[in-house]
């Protein structure tokens, strides 16, 4: 069983929920359920959580998490709606089968949804820069103390949302480096749909 919970995704300029990433939680520990080396199971298991995600309704568009097995797949696909997907749970190992995700990826963009790269180190930006991504994702301690990788990111000309914002010194330290978007505690705890839309509507 799946339990779809909500985050928001805040623009730091005008304060605005522009977006939310809809995860996926099963009721057994998620490195398990999404990281089975199995892969037609690992296939229904992801095929099915997207769908459920785009049976919950909102206003906001939102971003679906996606492994970068499943991803050349499920482009393949006719499922649409508004947002994109966030590739997770990758590591290096993916890079000899890298040229069918650029193509996936450029698959999904043509029909109008945004690719976003998760977790991404000054090591693996030029990586997921040359897939074509939309934007990245990147953590705040990748930032903290690390002018270079900030200077980095700024020359890519790239979105990016800064994760694992909780206080409000991380808030003020993102806004000080010129970073629009951004998701954490700090904006938001993950909620389920329904508990999600009351308290967006009283924020």
């Given at each position: 069983?799946?339990?779809?919970?909500?985050?928001?995704?805040?623009?730091?300029?005008?304060?605005?929920?522009?977006?939310?990433?809809?995860?996926?939680?099963?009721?057994?520990?998620?490195?398990?359920?999404?990281?089975?080396?199995?892969?037609?199971?690992?296939?229904?298991?992801?095929?099915?959580?997207?769908?459920?995600?785009?049976?919950?309704?909102?206003?906001?568009?939102?971003?679906?998490?996606?492994?970068?097995?499943?991803?050349?797949?499920?482009?393949?696909?006719?499922?649409?709606?508004?947002?994109?997907?966030?590739?997770?749970?990758?590591?290096?190992?993916?890079?000899?089968?890298?040229?069918?995700?650029?193509?996936a990826i450029k698959v999904l963009q043509s029909r109008g949804l945004s690719v976003w790269a998760d977790?991404?180190?000054?090591?693996?930006?030029?990586?997921?820069?040359?897939?074509?991504?939309?934007?990245?994702?990147?953590?705040?301690?990748?930032?903290?103390?690390?002018?270079?990788?900030?200077?980095?990111?700024?020359?890519?000309?790239?979105?990016?949302?800064?994760?694992?914002?909780?206080?409000?010194?991380?808030?003020?330290?993102?806004?000080?480096?010129?970073?629009?978007?951004?998701?954490?505690?700090?904006?938001?705890?993950?909620?389920?749909?329904?508990?999600?839309?009351?308290?967006?509507?009283?924020?």
């Amino acid at each position: 069983m799946l339990e779809i919970l909500s985050q928001p995704i805040v623009n730091l300029i005008t304060g605005e929920k522009v977006m939310e990433e809809r995860l996926s939680r099963p009721d057994c520990p998620i490195k398990d359920y999404f990281s089975t080396k199995d892969r037609s199971t690992l296939l229904r298991r992801e095929i099915h959580a997207i769908l459920q995600c785009i049976e919950e309704r909102g206003t906001l568009p939102y971003t679906i998490n996606i492994t970068p097995y499943t991803l050349p797949i499920f482009c393949r696909l006719p499922i649409y709606w508004t947002g994109g997907v966030e590739i997770v749970e990758w590591d290096k190992s993916i890079l000899p089968n890298f040229k069918p995700m650029k193509v996936a990826i450029k698959v999904l963009q043509s029909r109008g949804l945004s690719v976003w790269a998760d977790d991404i180190t000054p090591e693996t930006v030029n990586m997921w820069l040359k897939a074509g991504v939309t934007g990245f994702k990147v953590e705040l301690k990748e930032l903290r103390n690390n002018e270079l990788f900030v200077k980095k990111l700024r020359t890519t000309q790239k979105p990016v949302i800064v994760e694992r914002i909780e206080t409000k010194d991380d808030h003020e330290f993102v806004k000080s480096i010129g970073v629009t978007l951004a998701q954490g505690y700090y904006y938001g705890m993950p909620k389920r749909r329904e508990d999600y839309i009351s308290w967006t509507m009283m924020n």
